[in-house]
């Protein structure tokens, strides 16, 4: 099992959210408009892992919600 810290040989570095992006949409981008989800998306909050640990990482204990509310607003509204 590969372990956050230890990084394999050759890994290559990805940027991540520290917190899930599926915490924030859960809690307020399923109901904002897109301006909102952006800047929130264009956060300081982020961090480098190798490929193995961001792919380890997931959600952590977030389920990701794919429900939209009644504030939504897309790309285009």
């Given at each position: 099992?590969?372990?956050?810290?230890?990084?394999?040989?050759?890994?290559?570095?990805?940027?991540?959210?520290?917190?899930?992006?599926?915490?924030?949409?859960?809690?307020?981008?399923?109901?904002?408009?897109?301006?909102?989800?952006?800047?929130?998306?264009?956060?300081?909050?982020?961090?480098?892992l190798?490929?193995?640990?961001?792919s380890?990482?997931?959600?952590?204990?977030?389920?990701?919600e794919?429900?939209?509310?009644?504030?939504?607003?897309?790309?285009?509204?």
């Amino acid at each position: 099992m590969h372990e956050r810290g230890l990084h394999p040989v050759g890994s290559q570095a990805e940027v991540d959210h520290v917190r899930p992006v599926a915490w924030h949409w859960n809690g307020y981008g399923y109901n904002t408009d897109q301006a909102t989800r952006y800047e929130w998306y264009d956060s300081t909050d982020l961090e480098v892992l190798c490929g193995p640990c961001n792919s380890s990482k997931g959600a952590g204990d977030t389920e990701y919600e794919p429900t939209v509310g009644a504030s939504f607003l897309g790309w285009r509204e």
